[in-house]
């Protein structure tokens, strides 16, 4: 499977679990305005050749952003997404198909980064970063 | 004279078997000890017989391989054709090992029964 694949993958499988209140954008999909709160999937560092058989391991960044301002009713909605069971937890979403919907042969959520911020285009948004290893 | 880089090999069994990222091949001849009361402090040998044995090793993808199955063998030391050992090989033992950050990885033991059919040239 593709990088692109693996994307879309990881769009479809948060949103099977995370069916509402969310919007996530594949990597093949980077929008110029966010519309809140969403998932962007970007791309980390990869590693080729990691078997015989050319098999490959990827890291996606998944960033997080819940609202423009960093209030509490924010910093809640991102303990929702950050916490590791619940019905808004991207661990638990990812981890109920650790394919990413028959993308690749394995994956883990292995870390976020805890509360912060991002900018994009010019606006600054509450956020957070998630690490997901994936191996073809 | 060129080097060789190891990522472009492979190991068939015949077919490749998926997610291997090592192998290694001891082939050995026995040194037999020929020295005597006459042969003062050095020691003297004949070659003997010789075996060949080795590993490997990756991640797990698919039925692993089963104990004790005669394999027709192919460690590719790279895409050239003449950059290869082949041959017979019994597997005898098998390792698993898993953690919880990684990958499941499977180790491989095995026996070359016979002389391998053909050995790596330049």
């Known amino acids: 499977m593709s990088i692109e694949a693996q994307g879309t993958g990881i769009k479809a499988t948060i949103l099977s679990t995370i069916a509402t209140g969310l919007r996530v954008y594949a990597t093949n999909e980077i929008p110029d305005t966010l519309e809140l709160p969403c998932v962007i999937v970007m791309l980390g560092p990869g590693t080729y050749a990691t078997t015989f058989d050319n098999a490959y391991d990827q890291v996606f960044r998944l960033i997080l952003c819940v609202a423009k301002q960093d209030s509490p009713a924010a910093f809640n909605k991102l303990l929702d997404y950050i916490d590791h069971t619940g019905a808004r937890s991207l661990f638990a979403a990812l981890d109920a198909d650790r394919t990413l919907n028959g993308s690749c042969s394995a994956s883990k959520l292995d870390n976020h980064s805890g509360a912060g911020s991002m900018q994009w285009g010019r606006t600054v948004y509450l956020s957070t970063e998630f690490e997901l290893q994936v191996w073809s | ?122």
């Open chain 2, 1 to 122: 004279m060129a080097r060789v880089a190891g990522y472009g090999g492979d190991l068939l069994a015949p077919g490749i078997i998926a997610g291997v990222r090592e192998w290694s091949i001891d082939y050995v001849a026995a040194a037999l000890d020929t020295s005597g009361y006459d042969g003062g402090q050095d020691k003297t040998f004949l070659a003997g017989m010789r075996e060949w044995s080795g590993t490997f090793n990756g991640f797990k993808d698919g039925a692993p391989l089963a104990v004790g199955t005669i394999l027709a063998a192919e460690f590719q030391e790279s895409g050239v054709v003449t950059q290869k050992w082949t041959g017979n090989i019994y597997i005898t033992n098998i390792g698993a090992s898993s953690s919880v950050d990684g990958l499941v990885i499977y180790n491989y033991s095995f026996q070359g029964t016979g002389a391998p059919t053909a050995l790596p040239t330049t």
